[in-house]
């Protein structure tokens, strides 16, 4: 089955700079990739996704980019604000349903 | 997008209980996922939910255990049976809404067994 790691576990940074957020996953038939931004006690919502047939993604502030040869991709978070202290999982999938999530990150915003 | 109403919110249950967790979508859908987030880790998928057919459930995880009803379209049910405090954990459910990608996720279980 798939397996997908992510690094790194928890990330601090200063309001204002940029964070990023690396995963890896094994099954070459994975085709599409989606990040979730999960707060303490809330649900996990999507926040951007990406396809495998596009090399990179971007809205406002976030930004999603693909690696298929390399089986890795990554989020990538500019001017960042506090709001945006969450943890992180990136998934992976071959079906549209099933879908194989990360270890999570831990990303804390400083003021 | 789709809506999931999930209940109970939370519940804290003695241990060699059972409890059973709801999830009711507002539209129809194929397959309903359930997830298990132990705290401060990551989701793990228990099983996939069809309807009219038995939930098809991952590595490490059993039927007898969990236990999984899906009567219809709308609606599923996972069972945490005989339970321990290893089985403290938030249970999710999911669907992936027609036409759209990715996830929804209900709000979660908090299950705390003492």
């Known amino acids: 089955g798939e397996n997908v790691e992510q690094h790194p576990s928890t990330l601090s940074?200063?309001?204002g700079d940029?964070?990023?957020i690396k995963c890896t996953y094994s099954d070459s038939a994975s085709n599409y990739f989606p990040w979730y931004k999960q707060?303490?006690?809330k649900r996990p919502q999507l926040i951007i996704d990406i396809r495998s047939n596009v090399g990179e993604k971007k809205d406002q502030r976030i930004a999603v980019t693909l690696n298929k040869t390399a089986k890795h991709f990554s989020l990538h978070i500019t001017e960042t604000q506090p709001e945006d202290s969450a943890v992180y999982f990136c998934a992976a999938s071959n079906t549209g349903n099933q879908f194989y999530f990360g270890t999570g990150t831990s990303l804390t915003?400083?003021? | 997008s789709a809506v999931i109403s999930q209940k109970p919110?939370?519940?804290i249950c003695q241990r060699g209980t059972s409890l059973t967790i709801q999830c009711q979508v507002d539209s129809q859908v194929t397959m309903m996922f359930w997830y298990r987030q132990q705290p401060g880790q990551s989701l793990t998928l228990i099983a996939t939910a069809n309807q009219?057919?038995?939930?098809?459930y991952e590595s490490g995880f059993v039927i007898d255990k969990f236990p999984i009803s899906r009567p219809n379209l709308t609606f599923s049910t996972l069972t945490v049976?005989?339970?321990s405090p290893e089985d403290s954990s938030i249970y999710l459910c999911s669907v992936s809404p027609p036409g759209r990608d990715g996830y929804t996720f209900g709000s979660g279980t908090r299950l705390?067994?003492?």
């Open chain 1, 13 to 15: 940074v200063q309001e």
């Open chain 1, 18 to 20: 940029s964070a990023v």
């Open chain 1, 39 to 41: 707060e303490l006690g």
């Open chain 1, 109 to 111: 915003v400083i003021p």
């Open chain 2, 9 to 11: 919110s939370r519940d």
């Open chain 2, 52 to 56: 009219g057919s038995e939930a098809t």
């Open chain 2, 81 to 83: 049976s005989n339970m």
């Open chain 2, 112 to 114: 705390t067994v003492v």
